[in-house]
């Protein structure tokens, strides 16, 4: 199984304890990586790292300076996953909640030749449009979501039967 991250600002540390809590029910190593504070970044960080006219054409509203802190975070693990020389990772928030066993999900996921570069394990729609199976093994799948949301264009949206739920 590949490794997971998870991306967890260094004050917050109940989100640390309830993530940690949660990996270790499911026996999952993880690497903790500080999150960018978006409310601490400078001006020029944030114009070096954003392009608030850019994100207006192209998702019709700008981001507020958490989800550019979060976003550069994101980077921050994938830049680690990529020099681990690992072929993949699982990028984890801290708010996450595991709703049924999550180390087979990703031990599925790690297995070579799905197609796929990013994937995206939950659902805000409870009863999703389902297009496709992705992956399956075992007594476990995953179905490719239908969406037409252009936020969420970079990503591979799946649903996976609420293993994994990110809260709003």
Known sequence: MWHSYLINLDENKHRME???RQFDAENIAFTRIDTVNGWQM???LIAQSYDANLARRRYKYSMIRPEIGCYLSHIKAWQ???ESGEKGGFVFEDDFTICSPLAPILTLLSSPNHGW???????LNKNPKLCSTIIAGGNRSLKKEFSKKSITDQ?????SGHTVRHPL
């Open 18 to 20: 309830n993530s940690k």
């Open 42 to 44: 400078d001006e020029a």
């Open 80 to 82: 680690q996953i990529t």
């Open 117 to 123: 570069d990013m994937i995206k394990l939950f659902s």
């Open 155 to 159: 990503y591979l949206n799946l649903f």
